[in-house]
């Protein structure tokens, strides 16, 4: 507190009356009525009368003069500090130390309250979270105290939109060098899966930042690289440029690909010269049986997405001519191959990774052994799609064939021909092929996504597996589920196609048949129950894909041999993780219960680190809003000022603060205007003298 400002500060009229508010405007309306009818009448005094009964009205309302005590209050001055880890490269931090120390000295000199708040690292590799400390450390402070805020950061935030609204000005001095540069090794494209025996073609840039040195900029730069442990090789790589590097995965699963740049003179930091990727290694050319019972609209559907994908051999088959057609056009004038049955569901069943019936009915082509067949192929590890449509319900379904046995569900003989969205079932929430079709899709009155409706459905009764998508009225309208060793989908409708043509906006037809196609065939990121980690650093993030309920319990073992468990709560439906903090670099193994798998900790790419040269262009858009300036920490440091509220505060060698004026009352007072009986004998005098003057008259 710097002072008290006493007397009629804040000085009012106040009234108290004696009889109460109601009784008083009674009687103020009798007066007025007196005074209305001495006008009416000629009274020459009816000017004093009236001046007498306010007199006597203000006696009994009881007027009194309140005046204030106040104390006035310190401004309130934030310095941010920025503890980051950007900010803690090469001399930042000391920086840091000395700005801070310049503030408080300055603002201590003016007499201004000062309060410090820290911006560490975000969590999970979330980057500077600046603002949010700022908001944090807002929440705690008097704003109407609040004269300025200084940054002291080297600008690299990574939560610009959370910025609030600052009654003061912002003001930021920016830590680094002028000449400081930097080299950063970024993996631009690394696809997600890897064809084993093959190559995979990795896309590598390396970038120069900052006050690069002459002698190394646009140098070539050697990038070193190893897969699983391997010992290192290398490629040289340009710099400033796309770099294209083929590799070839020998094992299954997930594959760790360790990428290193060898530190250069004078750069920053080598936190950002190392990368690791990992990629699923799968099968070589996947071979895909597609038979379509009859030609119609939606047959291209399935057989595009399948030729979309490279890894896939597809054959396909359609009935054109059944052998129960009698149409009299001779056989030897058909442009028609004869359907090789016993080779393809015989002789070379077992070579096909997936086999897809869409829209097939029994007619007498394959004989029940065939089908027999198939469900022994699905049972040993094969995969089989069944797309229904009003066949599916017939009596000619092959549901009725020895391949019904394995059906995770019974169609009956009912046939919806109605229009319905299609939408996820609770199950189909968690599960991978269908968990986040839906995001971010506008939801109708009844809750179903917004996607384009279907106009058929075959009705069935789920009686194995499980039900992802659903229909009319709930029912069942995809159904996954495993058999033996493999995999069967039954999809009661043949209405995809009209996502795929765009009907009333369509939906993600082909994210959900390519999703349900590589499920089938096995892909390990669309597995119901998986396990996986990412390393940040130190830091291992373990994720747990599981249809069960959680929360669910990881062992894991360092690269010393020790165990320890990690409790996975549940993130998501279906997706559970946890951060585990380890000690020290190497390969860590994963394992809950039969899942496991493997991962490399070490110097990775975090965020913080992906660009480390100060500079004050994020922070620009608030600074320019609050009237605030930058001060570079290299330069003389900058004096501090007050300037009025509206003014810009930010000029030549100095920043500015803008005093609030704040304060808090401390006392009251009340005086009585007049005493009670001097308003009663001024009305007596005012009343009196008009009648006399009346009297004269």
């Known amino acids: 507190m710097t002072g008290l400002l006493t007397g009629l500060a804040g000085a009012q009229i106040t009234f108290d009356p004696f009889l109460g508010w109601p009784l008083l405007a009674i009687l103020a309306a009798a007066a007025v009525l007196v005074v209305a009818l001495s006008v009416w009448r000629g009274l020459a005094g009816w000017w004093l009368r009236a001046l007498g009964l306010a007199a006597v009205l203000a006696a009994l309302a009881n007027p009194a003069l309140q005046s204030e005590e106040r104390s006035t209050l310190d401004d309130v001055v934030l310095i941010l500090r920025d503890d980051s880890g950007s900010n803690r490269l090469a001399g930042r931090e000391a920086q840091t130390d000395a700005a801070q120390a310049h503030l408080e000295g300055r603002l201590a000199a003016m007499g201004v309250d000062r309060r410090l708040a820290s911006v560490p690292d975000g969590p999970d590799d979330s980057g500077t979270r600046l603002m949010e400390a700022l908001n944090t450390a807002l929440a705690d402070l008097p704003r109407d105290r609040l004269a300025g805020v200084f940054v002291i950061s080297d600008g690299i935030i990574h939560d610009t939109g959370a910025a609030p609204d600052l009654p003061a000005p912002l003001h930021l001095l920016q830590t680094g060098e002028p000449g400081d540069w930097d080299r950063r090794l970024t993996i631009r494209n690394a696809p997600a899966y890897g064809i084993l025996g093959e190559t995979v073609t990795m896309t590598l840039r390396i970038d120069d930042e900052g006050a690069v040195p002459p002698a190394l900029r646009g140098q070539p730069v050697q990038v070193g690289f190893s897969v699983n442990g391997e010992p290192m090789r290398y490629a040289t790589a340009p710099s400033g440029r796309d770099m294209e590097l083929g590799l070839t995965l020998d094992r299954g699963g997930l594959n760790v690909l360790h990428f290193v740049v060898d530190p250069a003179p004078g750069e920053l930091t080598t936190r950002n ?56 056009v001779p056989v030897n004038e058909l442009s028609l191959i004869a359907f090789p049955t016993r080779e393809l569901f015989i002789d070379k069943i077992d070579e096909f990774d997936l086999i897809i019936f869409d829209r097939y009915r029994r007619r007498g082509i394959l004989p029940n052994s065939y089908f027999d067949n198939i469900r022994r192929y699905v049972e040993e590890g094969g995969a089989l799609l069944v797309v229904g449509g009003t066949e599916l319900a017939s009596a000619d379904s092959i549901y009725y064939s020895p391949l019904g046995r394995i059906f995770p569900a019974e169609p009956t003989a009912r046939v919806f021909e109605q229009a319905y969205v299609p939408h996820l079932s609770d199950m189909g929430t968690r599960h991978p092929v269908t968990a986040d079709l839906a995001a971010g899709q506008t939801l109708r009155d009844d809750g179903t996504p917004g996607w384009g409706r279907w106009l058929r459905q075959v009705e069935l009764i789920a009686r194995s597996g499980t039900v992802v998508m659903e229909g009319v009225g709930t029912r069942p309208l995809l159904v996954l589920d495993r058999v033996g060793e493999g995999r069967i989908a039954l999809l009661a409708s043949d209405q995809a196609w009209l996502w795929d043509r765009g009907f009333e906006g369509g939906g993600p037809q082909a994210e959900l048949l390519r999703r349900l196609a590589h499920w089938m065939m096995a892909e390990p990121e669309l597995e119901e129950e998986a396990l996986s980690a990412e390393a940040q650093g130190l830091s291992l993030r373990v994720s747990r894909q599981s249809l069960l309920d959680g929360p669910h319990t990881v062992i894991i073992t360092d690269p010393e041999g020790n165990e320890q468990e990690l409790t996975l709560p549940e993130q998501a ?11 020290e670099p190497g390969l860590y193994r994963l394992r809950d219960g039969d899942l496991d798998t493997v991962i490399v900790l070490g110097p990775a790419n975090p965020r913080e680190y992906e660009t480390t040269i100060a500079s004050a262009a994020l922070l620009q858009p608030q600074l320019t809003a609050t009237g605030g300036g930058v001060a570079e920490v290299a330069n003389p440091l900058p004096d501090l000022r007050r300037v009025a509220e509206g003014r810009q505060a930010a000029g030549r060698g100095w920043l500015g603060i803008t005093p609030r004026g704040a304060y808090v009352t401390t006392d009251l007072r009340l005086s009585a205007l007049l005493p009670a009986w001097a308003w009663l004998l001024l009305g007596a005098g005012f009343i009196l003298a008009g009648w006399l003057r009346e009297a004269r008259r």
């Open 273 to 328: 010269n190392e990368a690791v990727v990992q990629i699923n290694g799968i099968r070589d050319r996947l071979r895909v049986l597609l038979v379509s019972g009859e030609p119609h609209t939606g047959q291209r559907t399935w057989r595009n997405l399948l030729k979309s994908d490279q890894a896939v051999d597809l054959v396909h088959f359609t009935i054109l001519r059944p052998p129960d057609r009698q149409d009299g």
């Open 573 to 583: 439906p279906g997706r559970f993780a946890a951060t585990y903090e380890a000690t």
